[in-house]
């Protein structure tokens, strides 16, 4: 196995007409490359960042509702849940953020990982992204991956003033907000979808048939 | 190098079956139009679409230049998050490392990704002969594995595929299940894959999934997909393994950022696909979900040799589809006639390197020359010129037909007398212009069946454009 490693790094290298690693200055310009990233080419993103967010996310079939505050997270999902037929059982992720929610006493709720059975999930998300409309949920105690995934429906509480311009956005404010990455970073655009039988795009592949933001502020 | 065994030299008799099979010209005919008009948008909606692929082709030369280096660091941070990371020169080193990994997992059921370097290997042999289920969980890649078929496109493996013969496949499998219905329209298959999937992917020891980037800042293994079949089969299982190709490492999450702008919109027309994950390592110790294990597997598989020559060219590509898409030949014999696991421009470029230019047959000239591969590939590679290099070199080796040496000597023979060379064409045109002189074209021609076989042969009007040229008739 290390010879594999020692074989290909060689391979490489003679590719590259060299036969040993770079020398250390070399190196030290790539290490200043990879500590500390510049964005590239980015696509002008014009006007209100939240704004955009909205009107993207709506074009990929993601579901928006502003709300000025957090108060109205229960009725929002109440209507949710009538609209779309969807059981009030829910399960809310165990992260405090959401500890604030006035549930009202119509739904019954669990604050755990998803299981297969789950039909509605309620997590926060640490970012949006106006360029394309995308959220960006971070995995951790209080945010476990599978709520994003496998429930029918996912409701995404996202405080407007977590919406940034473009994508490298999100990373500069990961790196300064944390020192790691966690395990998984999702950036989600929209529901679940397929295009593989016949080119013609379904919803709800195998993640959740609906998408829904709460947009608070 | 191995994998699957190539049947690339039966492209021409394929070639002939598959443009004579109305399901397949059905199918293709839909992808047609719906991949090219969807990117045509998107493309058309960013101002900053050339900026954007200059500064994708310079991510990934940089990193090429540098790929001992950049592989290096990428392995360090994988390390460093608690993952860990695999090497494997070959195809077979590569597929005993995964099967490995499962046995030591105590692994029964396996669910993947899809990811063409899985498919490059062979791993799905490997597996299958190592007595594991593999369950293929992308709904494409699902429909071909009922199927018993390859992939014949890099992100619609299906696309060959009617609805109808998707609602016969799952018909005749899902009975298993009590699901008795023949369903017909799109959404209830949709559905039905999903509830027949969802058991698998809750009880499956292993997940295994390919990468679009290994991102050298972080250790992160990133994946693109639509369905979240990708996500559940990294998420759920208590091992994730990643199969990789060593061209896959960049620098930092701004540089996905930059080469995410470009794939989406190439390979679907969509700005962004609908997950894309950042794996880094194993669920936390705190976590409440995740795979306690992450291994990463690096397989070079003959890229190495691509490198320090024209072919390095090759290493950019992000398998976004765009190029078989846009391409006639492509679109008119579908992905199977290939022969191989990579299909269309890219896959007549890749296929000579990977399994010898021997069995690759006539890949290298199924091209019209058009061009449009190289203008819609997002990382500038220049597949057409890429493929005359795969020609001079089965010239020089004397693999192409024996008789189209023959009329290149004569040619050339010819070419290097012009006095001559004017005297044979004069005569010639002189010829085949009484020949059609009633028609104005010709029917048959000695030795140009494979023109005439299919369509006429225009008639020329008699005169060389040289004779015309000295007598003043100059064209207006």
Same mark, same amino acid.
């Given at each position: 196995? %290390? ?49 955009? !967010? ?17 108060? #109205? ?33 119509? !739904? ?30 971070? %995995? ?8 994003? !995934? ?53 919803? #709800?592949?195998? #993640? ?8 608070? #502020? | 190098?191995?994998? =699957? ?25 839909? /992808? ?21 692929? @200059? ?48 046995? @030591? ?16 290997? $062979?791993?799905?042999? /490997? ?11 992308? &709904? ?15 992100? +619609? ?35 039905? /894959? ?47 393994? *990643?199969? +990789? ?17 470009? &794939? ?23 976590? &409440? ?6 291994? *990463? ?24 589809? +765009? ?5 006639? *030949? ?12 990579? *299909? ?26 058009? $061009? ?5 590939? =997002? ?40 006095? &001559? ?56």
């Amino acid at each position: 196995m %290390s010879d594999a490693r020692a074989r290909i790094l060689a391979d490489v290298r003679a590719a590259l007409r060299r036969t040993e690693p770079l020398p250390p200055s070399v190196a030290r310009g790539l290490e200043q490359r990879v500590a500390a990233p510049q964005a590239n080419v980015q696509p002008a993103v014009d006007g209100d960042v939240v704004e955009r !967010f909205v009107a993207k996310m709506t074009a990929v079939n993601g579901l928006v509702t502003r709300l000025p505050d957090r108060s #109205g997270i229960s009725a929002a999902l109440e209507a949710h849940c009538e609209r779309h037929h969807v059981p009030t059982d829910i399960v809310v992720a165990p992260d405090p953020a959401l500890d604030d929610i006035a549930w009202s006493n119509r !739904f019954s709720i669990e604050r755990r990982a998803a299981r297969g059975e789950d039909r509605l999930s309620v997590t926060g998300a640490y970012a949006g992204i106006a360029e394309t409309g995308t959220l960006v949920l971070l %995995s951790g105690p209080e945010s476990p991956t599978s709520l994003n !995934f496998l429930p029918d429906d996912h409701v995404v509480v996202l405080d407007a003033r977590r919406v940034v311009r473009h994508i490298e956005d999100a990373w500069a404010t990961l790196r300064s907000e944390r020192r790691t990455m966690p395990r998984t970073v999702n950036l989600i655009t929209g529901p679940s979808k397929t295009g593989d039988i016949e080119q013609k795009i379904h919803e #709800g592949a195998h #993640g959740p048939r609906r998408l829904h933001v709460l947009l608070i #502020g | 190098m191995s994998g =699957p065994a190539p049947r690339s030299r039966d492209f021409e008799r394929r070639a002939y079956v598959e443009i004579h099979n109305p399901n397949l010209q059905e199918a293709m005919g839909l /992808a047609k139009q719906g991949f090219v008009g969807k990117r045509a948008s998107a493309v058309a909606a960013v101002p900053e679409w050339e900026q954007l692929r @200059a500064a994708g082709r310079e991510i990934k030369e940089h990193t090429l230049a540098h790929l001992d280096w950049y592989l290096e660091r990428f392995e360090a941070k994988v390390r460093e998050n608690g993952g860990h990371v695999h090497w494997a020169s070959t195809a077979e080193e590569a597929c005993r490392i995964v099967v490995d990994l499962c046995r @030591a997992a105590g692994a029964r059921r396996v669910t993947k990704g899809k990811s063409m370097v899985a498919e490059e290997i $062979g791993l799905n042999e /490997a597996l299958a002969d190592a007595g594991l289920e593999r369950v293929e969980t992308d &709904l494409g890649e699902y429909i071909i594995q009922l199927a018993d078929e390859p992939p014949s496109h890099i992100i +619609a493996p299906a696309v060959h595929k009617t609805k109808d013969q998707v609602s016969d496949l799952f018909h005749r499998h899902h009975r298993q299940y009590g699901l008795t219905e023949r369903q017909t329209e799109g959404p209830a298959l949709v559905a039905e /894959a999903r509830e027949v999937l969802r058991e698998k992917f809750l009880t499956a020891d292993v997940g295994i999934t390919g990468a679009n980037f290994l991102v050298a800042e972080t250790g992160s293994t990133v994946i693109v997909t639509n369905e979240g079949n990708g996500d559940l089969t990294n998420t759920l299982p208590r091992v994730h393994i *990643v199969t +990789a190709g060593i061209e896959k490492v960049i620098p930092t999450l701004d540089d996905t950022a930059t080469i995410l702008r470009l &794939l989406a919109r190439s390979a679907t027309g969509q700005e962004m696909s609908v997950y894309t994950t950042f794996s880094t390592g194993p669920r936390r110790a705190s976590d &409440l979900d995740g795979p306690s294990e992450m291994h *990463v597997v690096l397989i070079d598989n003959g890229r190495s040799q691509m490198l320090g020559n024209e072919f390095h060219h090759m290493l950019r590509c992000i398998r976004c589809g +765009a190029c078989m898409n846009h391409c006639p *030949v492509y679109t008119a014999v579908g992905g199977h006639t290939y022969g191989w696991v990579y *299909v269309g421009p890219m896959g007549s470029v890749l296929t000579p390197l990977m399994i010898g230019i021997e069995d690759s047959g006539h890949l290298p000239n199924a091209c019209t020359m058009n $061009g449009r591969c190289a203008e819609v590939c =997002p990382m500038q590679i220049p597949l057409p010129d890429l493929l005359r290099v795969h020609r001079e070199r089965q010239h020089a080796s004397r693999l192409d037909a024996p008789r189209a040496r023959m009329m290149l000597r004569a040619w050339a023979f010819l070419a290097r007398r012009p006095a &001559l060379y004017r005297r044979v064409v004069d005569l010639g045109a002189r010829a085949l212009a009484m020949l059609g002189r009633r028609r104005g074209r010709l029917r048959w021609l000695p030795l140009a069946g494979g023109w005439t076989g299919s369509r006429d042969l225009p008639a020329p009007q008699g005169e060389t454009f040289t004779r015309a040229w000295r007598a003043g008739r100059r064209p207006r």
